[in-house]
């Protein structure tokens, strides 16, 4: 009992030792961040910035709690992609501590439209080189050719179809998401256009129909709650995540940080969370996650990034799996889904 307490403030230590430079990091450079373009991600502390500045600051949430013992609030948005570039911590956390954190998807509205030109970025295909090192930063595969092939003028319509894609299944939702950013980092598809979403409902298995009736209709209001929420929560920039056990304790995390730091704050707030154990061979991940990067698979099954890529691609190469390839990484997809 004594060295897991040890562990938890070992662990809490580390979590606010980085959480601190970073906020103070934040401060400094505060004249610097209104001049920022929200698509311009800050790799340092692993944020993409909204436009818009509050003064807000994160208080207790007014969302009602839920049965599990934790509550996550992750704040983000399908076109971010430092939130893409912490898909493996949060596909881990749903392994280990799925049975008791429920994880609450929250949209932040990260491109209103172009109107906002700042920070060297006045077009879509300033943007380009930029994602792509990012996807090297990162780990993650991600195509920075789509601003100069199909840029997206806003990252409102694939917000609020999946609020629409909520209100029919929140689990298909998670998938909806996940389709919608492989669509956008890797295939280079302009995700504001409907026809790429109705594909990507369809693959999922929601409703297309009922999508396109609720994306025109109460999915509106649903993202413009969301955009109040992510206001009176003080979230300035995308990853941000709240959280909050039932007594309204709450701990943050902001931008892309290791695992180590997500997991700290979960067990400040429960240190007697049981981790749940995982069967980390590949065949059991692909149920699970039927599409992996090397990185994602990596983390999840413990192999050296460096090897994982062999393993997978020696799968692909007898016809197991599926490799998507582009030019800053690729990801593979089990083909019996």
């Given at each position: 009992m004594l060295f897991k307490i040890n562990f938890i403030v070992l662990i809490t230590s580390l979590f606010c030792l980085t959480a601190c430079q970073g906020q103070s990091k934040l401060q400094n450079m505060n004249h610097e961040t209104k001049k920022s373009h929200?698509?311009?991600?800050?790799?340092?502390?692993?944020?993409?910035?909204?436009?818009?500045?509050?003064?807000?600051?994160?208080?207790?949430?007014?969302?009602?709690?839920?049965?599990?013992?934790?509550?996550?609030?992750?704040?983000?948005?399908?076109?971010?992609?430092?939130?893409?570039?912490?898909?493996?911590?949060?596909?881990?956390l749903k392994?280990?501590?799925?049975?008791?954190?429920?994880?609450?998807?929250?949209?932040?509205?990260?491109?209103?439209?172009?109107?906002?030109?700042?920070?060297?970025?006045s077009k879509p295909a300033d943007v380009a080189h930029h994602w792509d090192e990012v996807s090297i930063h990162y780990d993650m595969p991600i195509d920075g050719?789509?601003?100069?092939?199909?840029?997206?003028d806003s990252s409102y319509p694939p917000s609020i179809a999946f609020k629409a894609a909520q209100l029919q299944d929140k689990e298909k939702a998670?998938?909806?998401?996940?389709?919608?950013?492989?669509?956008?980092?890797?295939?280079?598809?302009?995700?504001?256009k409907w026809k790429h979403l109705a594909t990507a409902a369809k693959n999922v298995g929601l409703d297309v129909e009922q999508l396109k009736m609720d994306y025109e209709g109460n999915a509106k209001k649903l993202f413009e709650e969301d955009l109040h929420t992510a206001q009176s929560f003080g979230v300035r920039g995308f990853p941000t995540v709240f959280i909050q056990d039932d007594a309204g304790n709450q701990e943050?995390?902001?931008?892309?940080?290791?695992?180590?730091?997500?997991?700290?704050?979960?067990?400040?707030?429960?240190?007697?969370?049981?981790?749940s154990e995982y069967n980390k061979n590949w065949q059991t991940l692909f149920l699970k996650y039927p599409s992996l990067t090397a990185k994602e698979f990596s983390v999840l099954s413990g192999?050296?990034?460096?090897?994982?890529?062999?393993?997978?691609?020696?799968?692909?190469?007898?016809?197991?799996?599926?490799?998507l390839s582009t030019k800053n990484g690729a990801v593979w997809i089990n083909k019996k889904q």
């Open positions: 929200p698509l311009i991600c800050d790799i340092e502390t692993g944020m993409c910035q909204t436009p818009e500045e509050n003064s807000h600051t994160a208080t207790q949430s007014n969302i009602k709690s839920s049965a599990k013992s934790l509550k996550l609030i992750y704040f983000t948005d399908p076109i971010c992609s430092s939130c893409w570039g912490i898909e493996p911590q949060l596909r881990k392994l280990e501590y799925g049975d008791a954190i429920e994880i609450e998807y929250r949209m932040g509205g990260l491109l209103p439209d172009w109107n906002y030109n700042s920070g060297g970025i050719d789509l601003w100069l092939e199909d840029p997206l998670y998938w909806f998401m996940r389709e919608i950013r492989e669509m956008v980092f890797l295939k280079k598809k302009n995700i504001a943050m995390v902001y931008g892309a940080r290791p695992y180590a730091l997500y997991e700290a704050a979960i067990l400040t707030l429960h240190p007697d969370i049981e981790k192999v050296p990034r460096v090897e994982s890529e062999k393993v997978l691609d020696g799968l692909s190469n007898e016809g197991t799996l599926e490799k």
